[in-house]
T-cell receptor
């Protein structure tokens, strides 16, 4: 079984600034994948970034990057140069047995 | 990425009636589909997992007789909420993956979701 914890219910950031969302997880597996999903007001789930646990290099996708600390079981998401379109709920997730386990989510509001 | 289409996007039904939600993979074979329920401002809660041609596996606490899942083909899964009641009102989301396609075996593709309102 896997558990994913997001301890920040809400975050607010000024446009063009940087915000970091925290996530911790617990797993008994040796190799696993971690994800950040974005759910904008439309409620469509969008994959933001993916990290494979055996890769030490942190994943990056344009303005989105992660800080993956395997020993600490921490997987934070950094959004750089925040844009109004980044306003959404963000979910950290892990996969086990092809099933995704989601954290509680963090609502990010980007202010103009 | 792959496309998953969920229909309808919104549905209102009367208490006691049944409603069917469809989830289709448009450009890949969905060997496995997942159904989630989401309340406002909350996370996605997995209800059940279905594999094509076999019975769905329900998560603990989910009533299998109320939430009927059929995955009869590699491109279509349906969720039927039977004898719906107002407490069944929620946002339902499906996701699909092809577990035999290596580059996708860790990624799930999501439908647009269905907002169900039972009156």
């Amino acid at each position: 079984a896997q558990t994913v914890t997001q301890s920040q219910p809400e975050m607010s950031v000024q446009e063009a600034e940087t915000v970091t969302l925290s996530c911790t997880y617990d797993t008994s597996e040796n190799n696993y994948y971690l994800f950040w999903y974005k759910q904008p007001p439309s409620r469509q789930m969008i994959l933001v970034i993916r990290q494979e646990a055996y890769k030490q290099q942190n994943a990056t996708e344009n303005r989105f990057s992660v800080n993956f600390q395997k020993a600490a079981k921490s997987f934070s998401l950094k959004i750089s140069d925040s844009q109004l379109g980044d306003t959404a709920m963000y979910f950290c997730a892990s996969v086990s047995d092809y099933k995704l386990s989601f954290g509680a989510g963090t609502t990010v509001t980007v202010r103009a | 990425g792959a496309v998953v289409s969920q229909h309808p996007s919104r549905v209102i039904c009367k208490s006691g009636t049944s409603v069917k939600i469809e989830c289709r993979s448009l450009d890949f074979q969905a060997t496995t589909m997942f159904w989630y329920r989401q309340f406002p401002k909350q996370s996605l809660m997995l209800m059940a997992t279905s594999n094509e041609g076999s019975k769905a596996t329900y998560e603990q606490g989910v009533e299998k007789d109320k939430f009927l899942i059929n995955h009869a083909s590699l491109t279509l899964s349906t969720l039927t909420v039977t004898s719906a009641h107002p407490e069944d009102s929620s946002f339902y989301i499906c996701s699909a993956r092809d577990i035999f396609r290596r580059e996708w075996n860790t990624e799930a593709f999501f439908g647009q979701g269905t907002r169900l309102t039972v009156v």
